[in-house]
């Protein structure tokens, strides 16, 4: 267990030429790699958040080399890929609603990339809608076989690979961890978006109403499809009996997390997110998927002329719990050391 505090603020995004230099060097250096420049291939990437949103800037800063897209520039470089040598790279932000998406889509699409990494499941089915050959790699994907984009994990076919970042039993997992840090909650209310959430969040809610029977403790589901619904969704828990809530794995909530943890507190509803970025928000406790960049792998391959459906899906090789003693202070909360014990990482 390790005890630190909330990472800095990040400053505001690098010029380009700085995030090149993370991957480039020259030609003569690709060269020493033994590579062969025969042509200029496109890894072309699709982003749900905004080029000007904060995680955005964190994932594409110089040296960032755990985040999504430094440290697949990075990766390639090692295996002797060198943007703007050998490899153009396109990024695409969906942000903005269905018709910024597709016009997203489309503009990588006709640019005939050699490989897409998507970052969501929305965006990989609107890839899949517009492109049966065109090889994709997911870097996170919560059911891709129930979603149809593989025929099964271990031989995935088509034109499709990538990795997962939760499993179904998550929810009762999320539901455990939150009795614990709040014992006498009498209702737990999930939040999510039915239209960005696998399964329209019933991926997760089996699981979670599972446990919840065993438990004793009603579920109270908090759909949410608009960010002005957040506030309200959450608010509705401040009040008897006492509530806790669940934050599922939804690419919507993670674009406005913020706007979550400010409800959240405002509220004091103490709830449980599925990855760190809600902590970075100042989230009370987070329990996840650690961050491993292995797109790198798959992407190098394809470039290579692997066929994406040959390459097994890859699932998670650890999860961590994430606690913030502060937030839970506010809350009014004395987070038991049982519970502390497990932590991978406590933040004040």
Known sequence: MTERSAPARVEPAVAR??????????????????????????????????????????????GN?????????A????????EGVNYRFELRSTFGGPDKMKTAVQELIE????????????????????TKTIPIVFAT??????????????????????????????????????????????????????????????????SVEQEAAAAGIGVVLAPVSAPAEIDGAIGRFSEPPRAAMIS??????????????????????PMIYPFHYFMDAGGLMSYGPTLEVRSADYVDLILRGTKAGDLPVQSPRKYELLINRTVARSLGLTIPFTLLARADEIRE
């Open 17 to 62: 030429r700085d995030f090149l230099r993370l991957a480039g060097t020259t030609a003569a250096s690709f060269l020493a790699l033994g590579a062969t420049p025969d042509r200029m291939r496109i890894v072309a990437s699709l982003t749900s958040l905004s080029l000007d949103d904060e995680l955005t800037r964190r994932n594409i800063s110089e």
């Open 65 to 73: 080399v755990t985040s999504r897209l430094g440290g697949l520039i």
């Open 75 to 82: 990766g390639l470089k090692q295996r002797g890929w060198v």
């Open 111 to 130: 640019l005939k990339p050699d490989v897409i990494l998507t970052g969501s499941t929305v965006e990989t089915a609107a890839v899949l809608a517009l």
């Open 141 to 206: 994907s919560n059911d891709p076989v129930g979603n149809g984009f593989v025929e099964s994990l271990a031989h995935p076919g088509g034109n499709v690979t990538g990795f997962t970042s939760s499993t179904a039993e998550m929810g009762g997992k999320w539901l455990q961890l939150i009795k614990e840090a709040v014992p006498d909650i009498a209702r737990v209310g999930v939040l999510y978006n039915p239209a960005t959430t696998p399964r329209n969040g019933r991926f997760f809610l089996d």
């Open 248 to 269: 599922l794995v939804d690419s919507f909530l993670v674009v406005n997390r913020q706007a979550i943890v400010a409800a959240a507190a405002k509220y004091r509803v």
